[in-house]
């Protein structure tokens, strides 16, 4: 604590306005109309349907005798062939490339009878044109599958460690297993396939059996990455792990997903209005201005120097919460933000407001009791740090569960509280994860910003002779 020294009070200060300039502005290289962006500002992030509209498509099979563009150039199939599995399949390969986009405010749908998917997402950040047939385009091509020797993605599918491509996976399923020594049963995800991947997988798993890794890439995204045990030279392969029904048909869909018979095409598209439109955001943004300053000002007034402290570490988790939404970190990108979502910011930064308030009691507290300036701030934030701890951390538990309930189904949270959640519809899924990432994500900047970084700051001002006066604090002058 004695050693934080009067320049921690300007380079902490520095670092946080330079922060939120970045997260509002960004850093953009022009050439010409194209864009490049370095770092990216809050008109990249993307906003949720309930905002800014978006798009639903609808995607069919590529039929026999229809004469339709496609995405690629796969051969078309008859109706009768396709199967509930292929329809799982092309779901799940959908669904992943919406999250692998980072887009959690989407609905996908199955319509087994009509072997018809239906999609709906909201436009990209910055579209001005609403274009549905441009906007479906994000969703790509039918997901590319590889097989690699190790867990490093492959640069190309010439990569001399890629071993198999999803074209020779002929059939991928979730099948029960039982453990020859316990007796107990679980699941595991059986492959076959094709004779030219047949003699490449077990020239591959010979080369690493015993140890090795093949990790299995979905676009760029691994799936899973099993252990190598033995070589398997009859085509025939089994991934095995801490696999329920769901988890196990969830993999086996994605695999079968890069090994589709045939191509998707979209049929229909069609523009979906905003429940609330850019106006209502524009509202919002001023009336978070507005409120921000007004706290900012009341903070102030009634706890003074720490009011003032608070307001800048305030400031530095609104634009923290921000920068995570935006992309504004490059292993992070841009996250869809729903009105829920900016609750939880809103939230997030009440909880952060509410600090700073137990806090600067504490430290009143402890100068009233005869403490000197310095021992009260030092026991002011570690006998402050247990209730805030407290408070808070009920908060992540929340958005943990609301992450996990409404979230991607293979992710962390949506794995660890599948089986308590099943019965949740997929229909409110964007919205309530927006709410549970941006409440999280707010909480957690909270520790850092509204307790570490206010920490340095106060300490640093309590150096200088003209802070050291105690009422600047709340406490009551001593008498000489």
């Known amino acids: 604590m004695r050693k934080i020294t009067k320049p921690v009070f300007f380079i902490v200060l520095f670092l946080i306005l330079g922060f939120a300039y970045l997260t509002y502005a960004g850093i953009h290289h022009y050439y010409g109309d194209i864009r490049h962006s370095y770092i990216k500002g809050v008109d990249e992030i993307r906003w949720g349907i309930d905002i800014q509209g978006g798009v639903n498509a609808t995607f069919e099979p590529d039929l026999d005798g229809e004469d339709q563009e496609t995405t690629d150039g796969m051969d078309a199939v008859n109706e009768k062939d396709i199967t509930n599995d292929d329809m799982d399949a092309a779901k799940a390969v959908i669904e992943q490339r919406l999250i692998g986009l980072n887009i959690t405010d989407s609905e996908v749908y199955a319509d087994y009878t009509k072997h018809r998917i239906m999609v709906s997402f909201p436009w990209q950040s910055g579209e001005e044109n609403f274009d549905p047939s441009e906007a479906i385009s994000e969703l790509g091509d039918t997901a590319q599958l590889v097989f690699v020797k190790g867990t490093e993605q492959p640069a190309s599918l010439d990569d001399e460690t890629v071993v198999l491509t999803g074209t020779d996976v002929t059939r991928a399923s979730a099948e029960p297993s039982q453990d020859k020594n316990t007796g107990e049963q679980s699941w595991v995800v059986s492959l076959e396939l094709s004779e030219t991947g047949k003699k490449a997988f077990a020239d591959a798993t010979t080369e690493l059996a015993g140890n090795g890794q093949i990790s299995i890439w979905m676009d760029d995204t691994s799936i899973s990455a099993p252990n190598v045990n033995e070589p398997i030279t009859d085509g025939k392969c089994q991934i095995t792990g801490n696999f329920t029904y769901e988890s196990a048909k969830s993999l086996a869909d994605k695999i079968n997903a890069g090994a589709l018979p045939f191509n998707l095409r979209s049929t229909s598209t069609n523009i979906i209005s905003a429940t609330l439109g850019e106006g209502a955001k524009n509202a919002m943004a001023i009336a978070g201005v507005i ?190």
């Open 291 to 480: 409120a921000f300053i007004m706290v900012a000002i009341y903070m102030m007034i009634v706890y003074k120097l720490p009011g003032f402290v608070a307001a800048i570490a305030l400031l530095g988790q609104a634009a923290g919460s921000l920068a995570c939404i935006s992309g504004f970190f490059g292993n992070i990108g841009s996250f869809t933000l729903t009105i829920p979502g900016i609750a939880g910011i809103i939230l997030a930064i009440g909880m952060g407001v509410d600090a700073n308030v137990i806090v600067s009691e504490r430290i009143k507290e402890e100068l009233n009791n005869g403490k000197t300036l310095n021992g009260a701030i030092e026991l002011g934030y570690k006998r402050a740090w247990a209730a805030v701890f407290d408070g808070n951390i009920t908060v992540v538990f929340v958005a943990v569960i609301l992450m996990g309930a409404f979230g991607p189904t293979d992710s962390v949270f949506g794995t660890l509280l599948k089986p308590l959640f099943m019965a949740f519809g997929a229909s409110t899924a964007g919205t309530i994860y927006s709410l549970g990432y941006t409440l999280l994500v707010g909480i957690v900047l909270n520790f850092f910003f509204g307790i570490f970084c206010s920490r340095l700051m106060l300490s640093s001002l309590s150096k200088f002779k003209a802070f050291k006066k105690r009422k600047l604090y709340g406490g009551v002058e001593k008498n000489d």
